[in-house]
T-cell receptor, first 110, second 114 residues
Framework: DAKTTQPPSMDCAEGRAANLPCNHS???????VYWYRQIHSQGPQYIIH???NNETNEMASLIITEDRKSSTLILPHATLRDTAVYYC???????????FGKGTHLIIQP | DTGVSQNPRHKITKRGQNVTFRCDPI?????LYWYRQTLGQGPEFLTY????????KSRLLSDRFSAERPKGSFSTLEIQRTEQGDSAMYLC????????????FGSGTRLTVV
């Protein structure tokens, strides 16, 4: 079963920042925080990951709290194409598979 | 390299028939994973290979399911005597050992059993 907790759905206006929360109440010291998204009828797509520090790439920013019990994925300027299901996953180093939950369905409104 | 390729994209079959799906991973990736996804749920792990060796199988993988990865390149997933409950999206992903949880997924094969 998935170890993370996410809201089932969120709305965000186009052009605004989308902030997606995730709770990692049972994360262990060697587990990374990974974020994927899945656009309708496609496979999941890797977005970003981190261990302790905040991370940024061309797609998004990842904020991890100091106690690592929660994280926030930030899409700085959401577009309609960002409408998707977003998954946060705790992944141990050397893990042999990803355990997905139900994710957050993010809907970008025009 | 165009990423992970899965064929066919869609398959409709009658209950009781056998079906086979193919996955071509990214060529330099030595790990290959199969997942199943039903409507409204996240993907569920089925099995994975490191090169040609099948290292782990989920209990979701019943005796009717078999996966192979001959020569450590492409992989096939076969379902024998299909049942309506097998209707789902079957996803393949690949990764390079040591890269943690950064997987590249294909677009999946959608199976409908009628």
């Amino acid at each position: 079963d998935a170890k993370t907790t996410q809201p089932p759905s969120m709305d965000c206006a186009e052009g605004r920042a989308a902030n997606l929360p995730c709770n990692h109440s049972t994360i262990s010291g060697n587990e990374y925080v990974y974020w994927y998204r899945q656009i309708h009828s496609q496979g999941p797509q890797y977005i970003i990951h981190g261990l302790k520090n905040n991370e940024t790439n061309e797609m998004a920013s990842l904020i991890i709290t100091e106690d690592r019990k929660s994280s926030t994925l930030i899409l700085p300027h959401a577009t309609l194409r960002d409408t998707a299901v977003y998954y946060c996953i705790d992944v141990a180093g050397g893990a042999d598979g990803l355990t997905f939950g139900k994710g957050t369905h993010l809907i970008i409104q025009p | 390299d165009t990423g992970v390729s899965q064929n066919p994209r869609h398959k409709i079959t009658k209950r009781g028939q056998n079906v086979t799906f193919r996955c071509d991973p990214i060529s330099e990736h030595n790990r290959l994973y199969w997942y199943r996804q039903t409507l409204g749920q996240g993907p569920e792990f089925l099995t994975y290979f490191q090169n040609e060796a099948q290292l782990e199988k989920s209990r979701l993988l019943s005796d009717r399911f078999s996966a192979e990865r001959p020569k450590g390149s492409f992989s096939t997933l076969e379902i024998q005597r299909t049942e309506q409950g097998d209707s789902a999206m079957y996803l393949c992903a690949s990764s390079q050992r040591g890269t943690g949880g950064g997987y590249t997924f294909g677009s999946g094969t959608r199976l409908t059993v009628v």
